[in-house]
């Protein structure tokens, strides 16, 4: 077996041997001594690859196709919220499979600084789990019994920054150039206000600039997201050889999903945004090829939080792909934007827009996430229906928040900067839905409209192409955790208002018939379990959006294999009529009346399945 575990492995790393070397020396500018290390690097983590593992490529390469379908389920989750430890987390899977979750995302849980980042981004270590959690051994225990119930397990890999205390900031700090050169040093601010000029601000409030001074090495260092978090330097091919081998040590732990955070970031030169740029791509391009070589049946998501135009890029195309997946963070955006407009048009735009690109496109499409709302929308389509930027902005942050008149929506705001208008949204669905105000106020009515609507949002993300992720308590209505801001550690940072610890009791209303709780989990694992059966939901199906005559209305159509689906949605304040004159007898999957969709009726916040099998 071992011998032809080699010969697969020098079939793969054949097939892409000339374009990565072309790559590699062209943005390394002819460096074969730091490209032969790296390709013995490759070899190296291959025969590292556990036999099991290597089994699964062998099965996944046979069936490219293997994600693209409508089966997966995705959550995300914190460890430590969730279950407190991996040891913990491997005892939750069960209440994952009576979800009908078959991907589990976790978010960063490898050793970060104690106190300084809760988020798990500013890693000192990316190959040692946070003592706090676990062990490297239980995160590959916690793969394996995942892989045993046919779960996939995504993993988080920070691309941009380490913590300033990884050892290589360590070293740098103490003055060793080998180690400076990993990041972006400079002696004085002539190039660190060089770079400011044409480089936005990641966080102006929180963060301000784009450098912090180390005091130690008496130089600038570049930390875009945080003054803890040193920017790596990928034109060194150092880091970029040990950023992969950190990459694929996690693959080799069981990761089936490795999520590329921050990777639009990556790549920085002056005198331009030091976002998005050229080199990016080639770096993303090279990544793809090192996971078909070393472990093929690991998938790359990857994480750009951009305009729409900036995100499909980074799928690449079919003769030079980059990620398999990417975060759909423009709906997320464009979903609550209908929701508090009650106008479906920009989501009609965007839906048009998602249908016209190549269906080996995944997108992961989410309501909510551990992430803030940023709105990033189409505004240029939204001035043609006469929604100007500004106005518009402050009107969706005053309406999630609670503060426009008649609002039920209960988040916060994240980053308020009004220098550029660019405030965010901090919230869980179901308070932003309503659910948390009318529990407040005890109203049933309210109640009722807001469990409505958030099944109505859960419809709508499993109608999507792609695969569908749920933020973990979504499920069970689970609200804003506003004691974050009485705990020290968290009160600065307003996203944890949605990224409060798992309630359990609450999970346990699941089973209580008439409660928000019951009705949510319920009628989102029947539109699960609909979803995964019917083969209309497979991405491979053709997507259109009949007319309504209602812009309150949209209605999305999908066909594949002879079967139909007619999905619509009432984002309206009142029932409405959709008018799709379409006299086919069809079956609603969520009463099981039949009936034609001539006229359909869907009430106020709700939706309608319809579903019709040719013969």
């Known amino acids: 077996m071992n011998a032809q575990w080699k010969q697969e492995f020098a079939v793969r790393f054949q097939h892409h041997a000339n374009e990565l070397q072309w790559l590699y020396c062209e943005l390394y500018h002819n460096d074969l001594k730091a490209y032969d290390y790296f390709t013995e690097m490759l070899y190296r983590m291959w025969e590292e690859r556990p036999e099991k593992l290597k089994t699964m490529d062998q099965a996944r390469e046979n069936c490219p196709d293997w994600y693209r379908g409508h089966e997966l389920i995705c959550t995300e989750t914190y460890v430590q919220s969730f279950a407190g430890t991996l040891q913990g987390m491997r005892k939750k899977l069960s209440y994952l499979e009576e979800c009908g979750i078959n991907c589990l995302h976790l978010m960063p849980l490898m050793t970060c600084p104690e106190g300084k980042d809760d988020g798990g981004y500013a ?65 004085d601010w002539t190039m660190p206000s060089a770079f400011e000029q044409t480089m936005p601000q990641a966080y102006p409030t929180s963060a301000p600039g784009n450098f912090t001074w180390c005091e130690e090495a008496h130089r600038a260092v570049m930390t875009t997201f945080r003054a803890d978090e040193w920017d ?36 920085k030169a002056l005198g331009t945004s030091c976002r998005n740029l050229p080199q990016v791509h080639t770096l993303a391009r090279m990544m793809r090829m090192i996971i078909e070589i070393v472990c093929p049946g690991t998938l790359l998501l990857g994480v750009a939080v951009m305009n729409p135009e900036k995100v499909t890029p980074y799928f690449g195309n079919a003769e030079r792909p980059e990620c398999h997946l990417l975060y759909n963070v423009s709906v997320m955006a464009t979903l609550w934007h209908t929701m508090a407009t009650r106008d479906t048009r920009l989501m009609a735009h965007q839906l048009r827009q998602m249908n016209s690109l ?68 901090c919230g869980r669905t179901a308070s932003l839905c309503g659910l948390e105000a009318a529990e407040k106020e005890k109203d049933p ?39 974050y801001r009485n705990d020290p550690r968290k009160k600065a940072d307003s996203r944890n208002l949605h990224r409060g610890a798992m309630d359990w009791d609450k999970a346990e209303k699941r089973r209580v018939k008439g409660t928000p709780e019951a009705r949510i989990f319920s009628e989102i694992r029947r539109l699960e379990q609909a979803r995964q059966a019917l083969e209309v939901f497979d991405a491979a199906a053709d997507v259109w959006l009949p007319e309504t005559e209602n812009h309150r209305v949209l209605a999305v159509g ?22 799709l004159k379409d006299e086919k007898e069809y079956t609603d999957l969520v009463t099981g009346e039949k009936g034609d969709a001539g006229a359909v009726k869907v009430p106020a916040g709700g939706f309608r399945w319809l579903h019709h099998r040719f013969e």
């Open 358 to 425: 190549p269906r080996e496109n995944i997108f992961v499409n989410y309501l909510r996430s551990h992430h803030e709302i940023a709105w990033r929308l189409d505004y240029r389509f939204l001035e043609t229906i006469g929604q100007q930027e500004e106005p518009h902005r402050r009107f969706l942050n005053e309406y999630l928040t609670g503060k426009w008149g008649g609002s039920p929506s209960r988040g916060e705001w994240y980053h308020d900067d009004p220098r550029l208008g660019e405030i965010r949204i």
């Open 123 to 187: 890693v000192s270590d990316f190959r040692t789990v946070r003592p706090e959690l676990g062990t490297t051994e239980d995160l590959a225990a916690l793969a394996e019994d995942c892989h045993a119930r046919g779960i996939l397990l995504c993993l988080d890999l920070v691309l941009n920054h380490t913590s300033d205390e990884h050892e290589w900031a360590q070293q740098a700090r103490a003055g060793k150039k080998e180690y400076q050169d990993r990041y972006f040093f400079f002696e």
């Open 445 to 483: 009515l309210m109640t009722e409209e807001a469990v409505r609507l958030d099944i109505m949002m859960h419809a709508f993300l499993l109608t999507l192409s792609g695969m569908p992720m749920l933020y973990s308590g979504d499920e069970i209505a689970m609200q804003n955790d506003w004691g």
């Open 558 to 579: 999908r066909y594949y294999r002879k079967e139909q689906l007619l999905a619509l949605f009432n984002f309206g304040a009142e029932d409405a009529t959709a008018w």
């Open 232 to 267: 790596l330097n990928y034109a060194n091919p150092t880091v970029f050889n040990d950023m992969m081998e950190n990459m694929l040590f996690l693959c080799n732990l069981g990761a089936d999903i490795i999520q590329l955070d921050t990777l639009p970031y990556i790549w």
